[in-house]
Each structure stands twice: as structure tokens, then as C-alpha cells.
């Protein structure tokens, strides 16, 4: 199975097609899946603009809207995670995950799925100790923190994928794990971004969750984005343990390393994407603690019986079967020869894939609970107000350029 692998989309899918298409040909391959590691962008229309978390010149609609309206389709199955710059609004329709166009599928807020018998975990959004054990508490419309806050990652999406036992072959997350540099050439990196040397020497470089869960995990691959420059890094777990294999990519502009194909040994085709067991059973089961408000929480001590659900997805998936839901549009999408009134885009509908999920795991459904409690209803997690945080700001990457008129170049990859 071959596997291209994206750094930041930044919304410019046609381009990264463009230049699989292009790589394809020139190589005399066949490319299977494109993973993408953040910054995707599935920005609709115009009121999604309003929850990208980017200054407002920056705000654009690029190419995602003609995948999500049907006037294109993805040339490639393609699955990715949320970054720091997103539609949030619509990925939080999809905080389990699903299908965000027809052939793209978002991971969700922390998800496994299964490609042939390839198994794919990741990690959305980016880690900020200050909000880390606060649950999810952002609705939209955001506000000016609460644009920021929504894609720092959660203590409770990173304790859910702490759970995953069975292998996982590949992981993605947008940020790096941090100490990741210790496993590569760091003095080559801090040669081309030197601002980094400082937080290398701090050891505060990375996000402290994707590190617990590269140690727990051991992925034989781990591909992430964020800092807009290709590292690659090699980390034994332990004396003759087992390897993983790092590299982050860059984002999709002209002579920039963005992309990279791997090739992974797998069953014969044709791939699909299925749910995968043992996640679902996971969701199932840590679902009645979703915190949902902006009080700590703490999870040192919980234990959930995992076996019983098992057995009971198990035989749910057995008589359903494991493809996911069918996409369904659930806004207008954006027409550039027409002018839309903001009026006629209004509104934060429940997703009919999430919906259906849920209904499936006979679960409820919390995603537009708006409850100022200080936990969720029925929550058994034990609050906690001690502690300070480190006060860590986002990595200040300039992460939108001034380039215009550029378009990605097949060299690139």
C-alpha cells in the first residue's frame, strides 16, 4: 500500500491532488490513501470563515468548498486531523469523526479508523497546558478566546486514546511530540528556523500529550505538521524495543518539502475506511464522563470496564457493518457567483453522521449542551481546582505567508 503524506493543507487541496496526480504519472504509481496531519481548513461558506483562527486578510475560501458542494471529488481516499487553523464549527459536528466531503474523512477530536487492515490513530488540534484538563466547553459562534481554546487539546481525548492496547501502525498529530528533536538532527534544524534553539534547550518544543502518547502507543510511524519544515527523527523504545519512525512536513507552497509517499507492507486492495472495534468501544465507554464545562478535571483514578462493551460493538458491528455513515451536506456551500447573506448561513445544525453514530452506540447526543454546571450531568469524574499551569502560548509560527499567485510545483514533493 502506498501512502502520501501531507504536512499543513491550508485549504489548497487541488494543488496536493494536482501534485500526487502529477507524481503518479512521472513515478509510474499508485497512490492509496492521503493522510494530512492538520491545518486542513474545510471551510464551507463564508460563516465558516468566522471560526478559522486566522487574522482576517488571511480568511479565504480556498478549494475545500468544491469538494464538500460535489463539484469535485477527492482523487483519493484522504483522512486527516485538525490543526490550529480550522473551520471549528464543523469539526466540531464531526467530534467523533466522519465524513467531512464525500472520500475525506476527518479523524475526529482523537479517533482510530482502519484502512484495508492498516489501522490509523491521531490527535486534533494542538497542546496548551493552560487548557488541557478543562473540558469542552467551547459552542459556536467563538469568541475571542474561545476561538483559540477549541482546538487545544483535552486531557479527556488524550486519556481515550491511552486506552488503544491493539497495534496502531500509524499516528498522526499536529503538533510535535515533545523531545522528538533529541531523535534527530536538531543542530541541522535550528539552521534553517534558529527561533527554535531556545525552546529545544527548554525543552518546551512540542506538546508533553503526544509524547505520553508516542511512549504508550510506539507507532512504527508518526507523521506531524505545525511548524512549517520537514524533521525527520528515528526513537527505539527501549533497549531493542520497537522503532518509530517520525517526520514532520511542511505546508503545501512552492519549493517546500510537503509531501511524502511511503510504501507499507498490507492486505491486497481495494482499501476502504471501516470504524474500528476497539475505538468505538472506547467512545462507547468513556462517553459518560465527556466533561463539558471549563472545570478541571481529573483522571488519575478512573478505571472503565472495557470487556462487556467490546463484545456489545462487536456484535453491533457484526449486524450493521463497519463502513462509517453516509456524508451528508448540512450547510449551503459557498457559490462564488452569488452574493449570500449571512442570514441565510446562520445556524450550528447536528450533524445526520454524528447523529446516527451516537443512535448506534445508543448514546446521547452532548455536542450542543450548553449547561454552565461546573461538570457534565451524570459525570463520575472527580473535579479538581489545584495545580497551576504554565502559562504556554501557541508556538508563534508565521503560519500563513504572504505568497500570492503561487501555486504548489510537482518538484516539491
Not at 534547550?201 to 510506539?218: D, I, V
Not at 506531524?224 to 524533521?231: E, I, V
Request: hydrophobic residues 35%; contains cysteine.
Amino acid at each position: 500500500m502506498r501512502i502520501a503524506v501531507e504536512g499543513c493543507m491550508h485549504g489548497d487541496l487541488d494543488n496536493v491532488y494536482r501534485t500526487l496526480q502529477y507524481m503518479e504519472q512521472v513515478q509510474n504509481i499508485k497512490i492509496d490513501l492521503l493522510l494530512c496531519c492538520g491545518d486542513f481548513q474545510a471551510v464551507r461558506n463564508e460563516n465558516d470563515l468566522k471560526s478559522l483562527n486566522v487574522l482576517p486578510k488571511y480568511r479565504s475560501m480556498n478549494s475545500f468548498w468544491k469538494y464538500y458542494s460535489g463539484a469535485e471529488v477527492a482523487p483519493y481516499p484522504t483522512i486527516f486531523i485538525g490543526g490550529n487553523h480550522e473551520a471549528s464549527n464543523y469539526l466540531w459536528e464531526l467530534y467523533y469523526g466522519g465524513w467531512a466531503a464525500p472520500n475525506i474523512f476527518f479523524l475526529g477530536v482523537a479517533g482510530v479508523v482502519k484502512f484495508g487492515n492498516i489501522r490509523i490513530g491521531g490527535l486534533s488540534g494542538i497542546y496548551n497546558a493552560r487548557h488541557y484538563h478543562l473540558g469542552h466547553h467551547e459552542r459556536p459562534p467563538y469568541n475571542e478566546n474561545t476561538i483559540r481554546s477549541i482546538y487545544h487539546v483535552r486531557e479527556y481525548d488524550v486519556q481515550k486514546l491511552m486506552q488503544v492496547e491493539e497495534p496502531i501502525d500509524i499516528f498522526l498529530s499536529h503538533d510535535w511530540p515533545l523531545g522528538i528533536t533529541d531523535y534527530g538532527n536538531w543542530k541541522q534544524l535550528v539552521r534553517f528556523k534558529p527561533f527554535f534553539e531556545k525552546e529545544i534547550q527548554e525543552r518546551s518544543l512540542g506538546s508533553k500529550a503526544a509524547a505520553e502518547l508516542l511512549e504508550k502507543l510506539k507507532p512504527p510511524y508518526w507523521f506531524s505538521a505545525h511548524l512549517h519544515c520537514k524533521f525527520a527523527a528515528l526513537v527505539q523504545h527501549g533497549e531493542g524495543g520497537p522503532l518509530t519512525k517520525f517526520l514532520a512536513l511542511d505546508k503545501c507552497l512552492p519549493r517546500r518539502q510537503f509531501l511524502q509517499v511511503i510504501e507499507i507492507e498490507s492486505e491486497p486492495g481495494p482499501y476502504e475506511i471501516h470504524y474500528d472495534e476497539e475505538w468505538l468501544a472506547i467512545t462507547r465507554r468513556f462517553n459518560e464522563i465527556f466533561p463539558l464545562t471549563a472545570k478541571n478535571a481529573n483522571y488519575e483514578n478512573i478505571k472503565l470496564e472495557m470487556e462487556d462493551c467490546r463484545q456489545w460493538v462487536k456484535t453491533r458491528l457484526k449486524e450493521r457493518g463497519t463502513k462509517p455513515f453516509d456524508f451528508v451536506q448540512t450547510v449551503p456551500c459557498y457559490d462564488p457567483s452569488r452574493s449570500v447573506s449571512n442570514s441565510s448561513l446562520a445556524g450550528y445544525p447536528r450533524n445526520p453522521q454524528t447523529e446516527s453514530l451516537l443512535k448506534f452506540l445508543e448514546l446521547p447526543y452532548l455536542l450542543d449542551d450548553m449547561t454552565k454546571s461546573d461538570g457534565p450531568s451524570g459525570s463520575s469524574i472527580p473535579s479538581s481546582d489545584s495545580g497551576s499551569f504554565f502559562d504556554s502560548e501557541d508556538i508563534p509560527i508565521d503560519d500563513i505567508d504572504d505568497v500570492e499567485g503561487e501555486t504548489a510545483e510537482p518538484e516539491d514533493a
